[in-house]
């Protein structure tokens, strides 16, 4: 049967939206742990992942001060924009929900607890003691759903686009913290920061959970220039920017009537095969994820446009199928 | 403690199960035997089976309210079956088919020539009035000259054990999911009873539904393209349209999911482009249905779908229109109808009726509010209802204005004795009031459901069996009786 339209966009965000759930939580983790690792001068503090999370905006339309606890309230609880694991798990759930007929029971049931355990539990989410359990809640709870869309649902057009959902937003997330940890870095340049390079890097990955894949696989002591390598370029450690490409790639050759987005996809992947992260500077590495960041929002309108809107006009494909018996 | 069957008292009103003089009816012997036999324990652990059957089978039905959104509540359910003889059935089956192959033949008639209204026997001022009227359709020819392709007809049975039906729900009539999943959970629940009894199935209904549906395709379809158009997720018989669509394999779509063509056909908007839909089993209002025809703040229609209907590009099941005989006041014509069009006199009974458009009928009416009750035209779900022996002076006087306001749009007739059926109430059975709601299909083939849902007011003494009202529902069966 051809999948509705609105069932694939469905089926898309609700990936998305899981998928920005677990990095938010992944993101807080990581942040509090390296705080706590660097002297009190050249700490990053929270406002960090306001900017990671490109929502300066929103923060200062609710709050005037970045400290610990506005950043968290914001980025775990609050419910009103979209930015926060709270949220990003409501969208999830409304998004799964619309779909009941076609997502497997046990996904839609682990969805819709995930929501309610982390909207019941939010008082954990914003203490400092409980946060740590209430995050690795979360992250497991996505990745549970995660496993259970692998092994009940069929492997179809619908499964891709999950797929798709869930590779594109990660990354996005991935170039975002890149961005902003690079831009930390050469801020707090000087020599006092250099000292704690190794820490500030192997946050960075551990906010991806990449670091034991990466010392298993670069067998280094953990340096920038290797660290934004292997988050850019890896070819297997699923959170490095080049696997979730080629990831969304073998989605789009799945599904039908994909010519356009793949062209819209392969200059990202020529692009990253490009980079080099020796001698990069900040504002190059800026400018490369600015250049990564659009193209990933062209992959996704193409996405958009090409399965999930209203064909155009007359000459819109028709197609008339058989159906199976 | 067993079922004490001989302390059952019905009250005085006819009971399904159990005769006046204590013993059980003829086809319901073998069933209210086995009730008898079985142990408190057991009666609580089937009761508990079926509960957590329903549970995990996700038969719920959606309550919508402001603060939490939808919720999804499990379908009450009694385990006791209502029972009803196969010679019966066969009576009321007929009667059925009598019915609406009759209503079907008013609908085309009003929309073409209303020879029914030139001959005398239908006002013509009740249907320029008749709110369900759409001027829209009239000269349309939809498949077979057929409209309402689905029907859900309400039969209750008064206290002299005469069966009436009393209303025919022609529009969007809804339930039938529910009267398949009770079925599936008796077979788990007491699967010896099925082995011993011949009870007749009612599975085969969404293949039934399929047909019927695909034989209104156009005549040069090979394979049609059917599908379910829901209003989506806030509606309360979604679950139904979901159960339905995935029974019959076909899609459910929501009014966004589907396009007008400039070739006026209509389309579904897939991942592989747009996909011709030949077949739309719509459960939206006819109002709702086009924005381009009806309401213009319809956001769950589609707009140009009547044009699409009219132009015989698309089906759609029931027909726009199909409603004008789904009014309590042409209801009062229906034995009428059944004479002019079939020239047979009716099987089933309607309730006797009073309409408040004649006068004489009128003022009966308006002196005995206190013994009737008065039903407006229109109303659907037990809305904008005066039941006369349970209003109060006040109710009875703001009705009496509504009357002589807009006389053609009210109706009475005397308050019916609800039949009742034996339902567990705690660890005990109680008499509790219940209807019937049958599915009647009508396509290149007529089908009745082998029964239909039986829906009974759990509250003692009530007879409201809306579900959002308390009600809840039995299996229903058609029982070859045993002394025949």
């Given at each position: 049967m051809a999948m509705l339209s609105r069932v694939a966009e469905h089926l898309y965000w609700m990936a998305r939206y899981l998928e920005r759930a677990e990095n938010m939580a992944r993101l807080i983790t990581a942040n509090g742990n390296l705080i706590l690792d660097?002297?009190?001068?050249?700490r990053p503090g929270w406002d960090a992942l306001i900017a990671i999370t490109g929502s300066h905006e929103r923060f200062y339309d609710r709050h005037t001060v970045t400290n610990e606890n506005n950043v968290l309230r914001f980025l775990i609880g609050d419910d009103r924009g979209q930015g926060s694991i709270l949220s990003a798990l409501r969208f999830a759930r409304e998004n799964a929900r619309t779909i009941r007929d076609i997502v497997p029971r046990e996904l839609w049931e682990q969805i819709n607890g995930l929501y309610l355990h982390a909207s019941e539990r939010l008082a954990d989410g914003l203490s400092a003691r409980r946060r740590f359990g209430y995050l690795q809640d979360t992250i497991l709870g996505v990745q549970q759903i995660a496993g259970i869309g692998a092994g009940t649902m069929s492997h179809d057009a619908g499964y891709e686009f999950y797929r798709l959902g869930c590779n594109l937003e990660r990354a996005d997330m991935t170039t975002r913290i890149l961005d902003v940890r690079y831009k930390d870095y050469e801020l707090g340049t000087g020599d006092a920061v250099k000292p704690f390079e190794n820490i500030l890097w192997t946050s960075v990955l551990k906010s991806l959970t990449a670091y034991q894949m990466y010392r298993r696989h670069r067998?280094?002591?953990?340096r920038r220039t290797e660290a934004v390598d292997f988050l850019m370029k890896d070819e297997s450690f699923p959170r490095s920017v080049r696997f979730c490409v080629l990831e969304m790639e073998d989605s789009l050759r799945r599904l039908p009537r994909s010519e356009e987005p793949l062209k819209v996809l392969e200059p990202v992947d020529r692009l990253l095969r490009a980079?080099?992260?020796?001698?990069?500077?900040q504002k190059e590495l800026h400018e490369f994820v600015d250049e990564l960041q659009i193209c990933l929002g062209h992959i996704h309108d193409s996405v958009s446009a090409c399965y999930f809107e209203a064909p155009a006009g007359p000459d819109a494909a028709r197609i008339s199928r058989p159906r199976a018996a | 403690m067993t079922i004490a069957w001989q302390d059952?008292?019905?009250?005085?009103f006819f009971d399904e199960l159990i005769a006046a003089n204590g013993g059980s009816r003829a086809a319901a012997q073998s069933v209210i035997a086995h009730f008898g036999e079985l142990s408190d324990e057991e009666i609580r652990e089937r009761k508990a089976a079926a509960e957590a059957q329903i549970k995990s089978m996700g038969i719920t039905f959606t309550v919508y309210s402001e603060n939490e959104g939808s919720i999804d509540r499990n379908w009450p359910f009694d385990i006791i079956p209502r029972i009803i003889g196969a010679r019966e059935w066969a009576m009321i089956e007929k009667g059925l088919v009598q019915r609406v192959s009759a209503l079907n033949r008013f609908i085309d008639d009003v929309y073409h020539d209303q020879k029914i209204v030139r001959d005398g026997v239908f006002p013509a001022e009740l249907l320029a009035d008749s709110k369900n009227f759409l001027p829209e359709c009239v000269g349309i020819d939809p498949p077979q000259g057929i409209w309402a392709h689905i029907c859900g007809s309400d039969l209750v049975r008064d206290k002299d054990g005469t069966v009436y039906v009393l209303e025919d729900n022609l529009r969007v009539p809804s339930g039938v999911s529910y009267m398949l999943e009770n079925r599936l959970v008796m077979k788990r629940v007491f699967p010896e009873l099925f082995e011993n009894i011949s009870i007749q199935p009612v599975d085969d209904y969404p293949s039934k539904l399929y047909s019927c549906l695909a034989s209104l395709a156009p005549p040069e379809v090979e394979v049609p393209e059917v599908v379910v158009l829901t209003p989506g997720i806030y509606n309360s018989a979604y679950f139904e349209h979901c159960y339905l669509a995935q029974q019959m394999g076909a899609e459910l779509v929501e009014g966004t999911d589907l396009l007008v063509g400039d070739d006026d056909c209509v389309y579904m908007r897939t991942i592989e482009g747009l996909c011709r839909v030949h077949v739309i089993y719509r459960r939206i209002d006819d109002l709702f249905l086009d924005p381009e025809a009806f309401n213009p703040d319809s956001v769950l229609g589609v707009p140009g779908l009547l044009r699409s209907w009219k132009k015989g590009k698309v089906a759609l099941a029931n027909a726009p229109g199909a409603g004008v005989a789904d009014d309590k006041v042409v209801y009062t014509y229906v034995p009428e109808i059944i004479r002019y069009y079939l020239n047979e006199e009716p099987i089933l009974a309607n309730v006797p009726s009073y309409r408040c458009s004649d006068k004489a009928d009128r003022e009966y009416v308006l002196a005995h509010l206190d013994q009737l009750v008065v039903k407006p035209a229109n109303e659907s779900g037990g809305y904008g209802i005066l039941i006369g022996p349970k209003s109060t002076k006040k109710e009875r006087d703001s009705f009496a204005s509504l009357i002589k306001k807009d006389p053609r749009n009210y109706m009475a007739q005397p308050l019916l004795l609800l039949s009742t059926a034996p339902t567990l109430v705690d660890e005990h059975v109680e008499p509790r009031h219940l209807d019937l709601r049958p599915f009647i299909l009508s396509g290149r083939d007529t089908y009745v459901t082998n029964g239909g849902l039986t829906r009974v007011a759990l509250k003692k003494g009530s007879t409201v069996v809306n579900s959002s009202q308390g009600g809840g529902s039995k299996d229903t069966w058609i029982v070859e009786s045993e002394e025949t």
């Amino acid at each position: 049967m051809a999948m509705l339209s609105r069932v694939a966009e469905h089926l898309y965000w609700m990936a998305r939206y899981l998928e920005r759930a677990e990095n938010m939580a992944r993101l807080i983790t990581a942040n509090g742990n390296l705080i706590l690792d660097l002297p009190k001068d050249i700490r990053p503090g929270w406002d960090a992942l306001i900017a990671i999370t490109g929502s300066h905006e929103r923060f200062y339309d609710r709050h005037t001060v970045t400290n610990e606890n506005n950043v968290l309230r914001f980025l775990i609880g609050d419910d009103r924009g979209q930015g926060s694991i709270l949220s990003a798990l409501r969208f999830a759930r409304e998004n799964a929900r619309t779909i009941r007929d076609i997502v497997p029971r046990e996904l839609w049931e682990q969805i819709n607890g995930l929501y309610l355990h982390a909207s019941e539990r939010l008082a954990d989410g914003l203490s400092a003691r409980r946060r740590f359990g209430y995050l690795q809640d979360t992250i497991l709870g996505v990745q549970q759903i995660a496993g259970i869309g692998a092994g009940t649902m069929s492997h179809d057009a619908g499964y891709e686009f999950y797929r798709l959902g869930c590779n594109l937003e990660r990354a996005d997330m991935t170039t975002r913290i890149l961005d902003v940890r690079y831009k930390d870095y050469e801020l707090g340049t000087g020599d006092a920061v250099k000292p704690f390079e190794n820490i500030l890097w192997t946050s960075v990955l551990k906010s991806l959970t990449a670091y034991q894949m990466y010392r298993r696989h670069r067998q280094a002591a953990v340096r920038r220039t290797e660290a934004v390598d292997f988050l850019m370029k890896d070819e297997s450690f699923p959170r490095s920017v080049r696997f979730c490409v080629l990831e969304m790639e073998d989605s789009l050759r799945r599904l039908p009537r994909s010519e356009e987005p793949l062209k819209v996809l392969e200059p990202v992947d020529r692009l990253l095969r490009a980079f080099s992260s020796d001698a990069v500077t900040q504002k190059e590495l800026h400018e490369f994820v600015d250049e990564l960041q659009i193209c990933l929002g062209h992959i996704h309108d193409s996405v958009s446009a090409c399965y999930f809107e209203a064909p155009a006009g007359p000459d819109a494909a028709r197609i008339s199928r058989p159906r199976a018996a | 403690m067993t079922i004490a069957w001989q302390d059952y008292d019905a009250s005085g009103f006819f009971d399904e199960l159990i005769a006046a003089n204590g013993g059980s009816r003829a086809a319901a012997q073998s069933v209210i035997a086995h009730f008898g036999e079985l142990s408190d324990e057991e009666i609580r652990e089937r009761k508990a089976a079926a509960e957590a059957q329903i549970k995990s089978m996700g038969i719920t039905f959606t309550v919508y309210s402001e603060n939490e959104g939808s919720i999804d509540r499990n379908w009450p359910f009694d385990i006791i079956p209502r029972i009803i003889g196969a010679r019966e059935w066969a009576m009321i089956e007929k009667g059925l088919v009598q019915r609406v192959s009759a209503l079907n033949r008013f609908i085309d008639d009003v929309y073409h020539d209303q020879k029914i209204v030139r001959d005398g026997v239908f006002p013509a001022e009740l249907l320029a009035d008749s709110k369900n009227f759409l001027p829209e359709c009239v000269g349309i020819d939809p498949p077979q000259g057929i409209w309402a392709h689905i029907c859900g007809s309400d039969l209750v049975r008064d206290k002299d054990g005469t069966v009436y039906v009393l209303e025919d729900n022609l529009r969007v009539p809804s339930g039938v999911s529910y009267m398949l999943e009770n079925r599936l959970v008796m077979k788990r629940v007491f699967p010896e009873l099925f082995e011993n009894i011949s009870i007749q199935p009612v599975d085969d209904y969404p293949s039934k539904l399929y047909s019927c549906l695909a034989s209104l395709a156009p005549p040069e379809v090979e394979v049609p393209e059917v599908v379910v158009l829901t209003p989506g997720i806030y509606n309360s018989a979604y679950f139904e349209h979901c159960y339905l669509a995935q029974q019959m394999g076909a899609e459910l779509v929501e009014g966004t999911d589907l396009l007008v063509g400039d070739d006026d056909c209509v389309y579904m908007r897939t991942i592989e482009g747009l996909c011709r839909v030949h077949v739309i089993y719509r459960r939206i209002d006819d109002l709702f249905l086009d924005p381009e025809a009806f309401n213009p703040d319809s956001v769950l229609g589609v707009p140009g779908l009547l044009r699409s209907w009219k132009k015989g590009k698309v089906a759609l099941a029931n027909a726009p229109g199909a409603g004008v005989a789904d009014d309590k006041v042409v209801y009062t014509y229906v034995p009428e109808i059944i004479r002019y069009y079939l020239n047979e006199e009716p099987i089933l009974a309607n309730v006797p009726s009073y309409r408040c458009s004649d006068k004489a009928d009128r003022e009966y009416v308006l002196a005995h509010l206190d013994q009737l009750v008065v039903k407006p035209a229109n109303e659907s779900g037990g809305y904008g209802i005066l039941i006369g022996p349970k209003s109060t002076k006040k109710e009875r006087d703001s009705f009496a204005s509504l009357i002589k306001k807009d006389p053609r749009n009210y109706m009475a007739q005397p308050l019916l004795l609800l039949s009742t059926a034996p339902t567990l109430v705690d660890e005990h059975v109680e008499p509790r009031h219940l209807d019937l709601r049958p599915f009647i299909l009508s396509g290149r083939d007529t089908y009745v459901t082998n029964g239909g849902l039986t829906r009974v007011a759990l509250k003692k003494g009530s007879t409201v069996v809306n579900s959002s009202q308390g009600g809840g529902s039995k299996d229903t069966w058609i029982v070859e009786s045993e002394e025949t």
